[in-house]
């Protein structure tokens, strides 16, 4: 390691790879390598590298105005949250725009709280949510590993992913149910239509605030702009990052007009969320989802990845479209580095048998055929 890196706070494995530059779905490292990129820098890179439309709003945008507080109205923070919500398809009229997944989630919960008056938030085994007291609150298996606060800040009830009697937890005393509804870190894994309509049910009995967490599976990776169209669920608030600023950090909070309402003035705050530079590379973002058909070409490549790398290790799959669990007979985390050797990027997830898929949405079934040659050749 050399001694800059050293700097850096060691939390993060490293990759063996030194990343100079980078073109479409392709990396390109310091000794010469061209390395297929189906990890997407944690599910960030949708457009894949270098994209034209993105690059040339940021650069305008930079040239133009680059920054202004939430104080000061401006009309590509206003272009944004109408894109968003029309993008989305589903019952939101209102948009908060934060910087980060977590920072969007702690502010859904904040919400959750004022609206129903209770302590207890539900969420799922497997769950992740982010690394603040809240979010990191909602995670499985933060608390005694990485959590690092005392205690969390209101009661937590975790319960079993696609159990539906487990349903029954959900109780008056619940303000909120947080879900992923394919779940990333989590391996992959799908929730499917019926669990999720009958989260929504119980939600709705116990006057419960449903909360999609899309940060991972949002913004068309599944193939629909969110998993809630996917699945047909329309919660009451919906998170999302990662993909949406294509590597540009923001977030945004979705509500409905029920949950809109409670906001108040100064209730939430932020100073870059929703901040020019960011509302640029959004609108980039869904401008290159919709006219180049990019949720058509996930569907049909993710349909690919199914009916073509089902050989090597690979024994099944979970998950939705670029949001893709191979399933292997061996540690992934071993077919991972066999990958790499072989000049692909893949990721691990927190299910030790299943490597993630998250590749950028231009994909081609040109490119995915080097995946399951290099699979074949790992063998079983
Ligand atoms: N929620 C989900 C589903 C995530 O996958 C992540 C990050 O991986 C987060 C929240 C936290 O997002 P951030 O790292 O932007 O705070």
Excluded at 114 to 130: I, Q, Y
Excluded at 209 to 222: A, H, K, P, S
Excluded at 314 to 319: D, T
Aim: proline fraction near 5%; aromatic fraction near 8%; charge should be neutral.
């Amino acid at each position: 390691m050399n001694a800059a890196a050293e700097l850096l706070a060691p939390v993060f494995a490293q990759y063996p790879l030194s990343v100079t530059s980078a073109s479409g779905v392709w990396l390109h490292t310091a000794d010469g390598r061209r390395v297929l990129d189906l990890y997407g820098g944690h599910a960030v890179v949708a457009l894949g590298y270098g994209h034209p439309g993105w690059t040339s709003a940021l650069s305008g945008q930079a040239q133009t105005l680059n920054f202004q507080s939430n104080a000061v109205p401006l009309p590509v923070r206003e272009r944004a949250a109408a894109r968003l919500i029309a993008f989305s398809q589903l019952d939101f009229n209102s948009v908060f725009f934060v910087n980060s997944g977590a920072e969007a989630n702690e502010n859904a919960l904040k919400m959750a709280f004022t609206l129903t008056g209770r302590s207890e938030v539900v969420a799922l085994e497997h769950g992740f949510h982010g690394r603040t007291a809240a979010a990191g609150a909602l995670t499985w298996g933060a608390a005694g590993k990485w959590y690092g606060f005392p205690r969390p800040p209101f009661d937590v009830r975790f319960i079993a992913r696609r159990d539906a009697a487990a349903l029954a937890q959900i109780s008056e005393r619940t303000a909120a149910v947080f879900v992923e509804p394919v779940q990333g870190v989590g391996g992959a894994f799908d929730l499917g239509a019926d669990y999720l309509a009958a989260l929504r049910r119980r939600c709705n009995e116990t006057g419960t605030v449903l909360i999609f967490d899309e940060v991972q599976c949002g913004m068309g990776r599944t193939g629909a702009p969110f998993a809630a169209n996917l699945y047909g669920v329309q919660p009451d608030m919906l998170t999302t990052a990662k993909a949406l600023g294509n590597g540009f950090p923001c977030a945004a909070l979705l509500m409905t007009p029920r949950v809109a309402r409670a906001v108040k003035l100064d209730a939430l705050g932020t100073t870059f969320g929703g901040g020019p530079m960011a509302c640029a590379a959004i609108c980039a973002v869904i401008e290159a989802l919709e006219s180049e058909q990019l949720l058509d070409n996930v569907r049909r490549v993710g349909e690919l990845i199914r009916t073509r790398c089902l050989v090597g290790p690979v024994q099944g799959f979970q998950g939705a479209g670029f949001l893709a669990g191979l399933i292997c007979q061996r540690p992934a985390r071993d077919i991972q580095r066999a990958l790499l050797e072989r000049d692909i990027l893949t990721g691990t997830s927190g299910d030790p048998q299943v490597l993630r898929l998250l590749p950028p949405f231009v994909l081609q079934a040109a490119e995915l055929e080097l995946l399951r040659t290099a699979l074949l050749e790992i063998g079983p």
